[in-house]
Each structure stands twice: as C-alpha cells, then as structure tokens.
C-alpha cells in the first residue's frame, strides 16, 4: 500500500543499546522529517532531508543519527540511547512545494528502561 | 527561531457548539504557511487546514476555518458545530517557505461534551 509506513509500532530497550527506527514512502517526496513528541513539547524536529544524501539537524539532534541513501528510506538511530529520549517518534515526509502538507507514519512509542 | 504558541491546554466544549483554538506565530519572514493538525487518541497525525501568508481569504475545509489575522499574527482553528468525534489533540504549526520544516506549538486538547 502506498504511504509512510514506521517500524516498530512499539520498542522497549534499555540504557546504553543501538536502536534503529525505520521510515519508509512510496510517495517519492523529497523531504522526510523525524519528530518526537513529549508531554508539554508538542512536536519537536531532531533530523530532516532535503533529498537522498542531503540531511540537517532540527532542534534536538542530539544524541541521534540519521540516513538517507534512498529517497523513500530514512532510519533514525539512537546511538547510545537514555532514559530522556523515551518518547513517541514520528517520521513523515511532504512534497517540495509551496503549502505542501507533512504526511506523518503511525509513530513509534519507545521505551528505554 | 520560529515560535507557535498555543495558550489553551485544554478544553471543554458542549456538542453542537462552534469552538476556537487559538494559535499564535513568530516569525519575521514575509512568505510562510500555517497549519493545523488533529491528533485523536489513536495517535495518528491528520492534516486540516492549511494558509499561506498571502492567502487573501481566510483557508475553509468544511467545518473547519482558519481565522487569520496577520497583523495580530494570529490563526485560530474554528470548529463549526463541534461533534464527539472532534475530541483530541490538536497542533498549529508554520514554515517559513524553502525550508518545508514545520514548527509545532504544544497543542491543545479538546474535549466535547455530549
């Protein structure tokens, strides 16, 4: 099915681990983008890209790392994860237009204990 | 550093009614857009209405209408004829244009009341 598709659905991890979340579009856009959201923040932008192999940091990057070889792949790891970046991760995507909407994946909840 | 500021966390509304969210922004670019999306308790974002800066007219999708006012940098979501199914999170959110990145304000929850 055509879309954004997020993997896992949910992820418990604990202190310390590599983690991998996993965005993908069928839609051919240009930009995707990575938020978490938490209590009181809203959304907030850690990696976004332009197009394949062009990414820049949002507001919080800390602490992740992002990829973008394929233009409808965009994973986003946690390198060494905390307790602080326990939060539901939303990936989406928009086209390069003027007014282009952001499409959001289902989000990710992840948990690290 | 673009700001959105939604001053209401939450909310209470009788069905049936008309309801405001109001929405502030903070930017000093002349081109940029604004947006709103609902998130219901099953998580999803969904996209609502959306204004460009020169946008003469206030944007409307069906009960929904986007209450700019550019001078007050104001874009308040007006929900007509509120119904259960309107109960959720709701976010405004701005970019300036050529970047594409969105800018969310902490939302608001809606709750109506039967």
């Known amino acids: 099915d055509a879309g954004i598709t997020q993997s896992p659905r949910y992820k418990i991890t604990e202190t310390g681990r590599q983690v991998t979340l996993m965005c993908h579009q069928t839609?051919?856009?240009?930009?995707m983008f990575w938020y978490r959201q938490d209590l009181g923040h809203g959304l907030r932008l850690i990696y976004y890209?332009?197009?394949?192999?062009?990414?820049d940091k949002g507001e919080v990057p800390d602490g992740y790392v992002v990829s973008r070889s394929k233009t409808e792949n965009f994973p986003l790891t946690l390198e060494s994860a905390t307790r602080s970046q326990t939060s539901v991760y939303f990936c989406?995507?928009?086209?390069?237009?003027?007014?282009?909407?952001?499409?959001f994946g289902s989000g990710t909840q992840l948990s690290v204990l | 550093a673009q700001k959105i500021t939604q001053t209401q966390p939450g909310m209470f509304v009788q069905e049936k009614e008309a309801v405001t969210l109001d929405c502030t922004y903070d930017?000093?670019?002349?081109?940029?857009?604004l947006f709103w999306y609902k998130q219901p308790s099953s998580g999803e974002m969904i996209f609502l209405i959306y204004q460009g800066s020169y946008d003469q007219q206030n944007a409307t999708e069906g009960r929904y209408s986007l209450n700019f006012q550019k001078a007050r940098k104001s874009a308040n979501l007006v929900i007509s004829a509120s119904q259960l199914g309107d109960s959720a999170m709701y976010f405004c959110?701005?970019?300036?244009?050529?970047?594409?990145?969105?800018?969310f304000g902490t939302g608001t929850r809606l709750t109506i009341i039967p």
């Open positions: 989406a995507s928009s086209e390069s237009r003027v007014g282009g909407k952001l499409f």
């Open positions: 890209s332009a197009a394949a192999d062009i990414t």
């Open positions: 930017t000093s670019d002349p081109s940029y857009g």
């Open positions: 959110a701005d970019t300036n244009f050529g970047n594409e990145k969105l800018t």
């Open positions: 839609w051919s856009h240009s930009y």
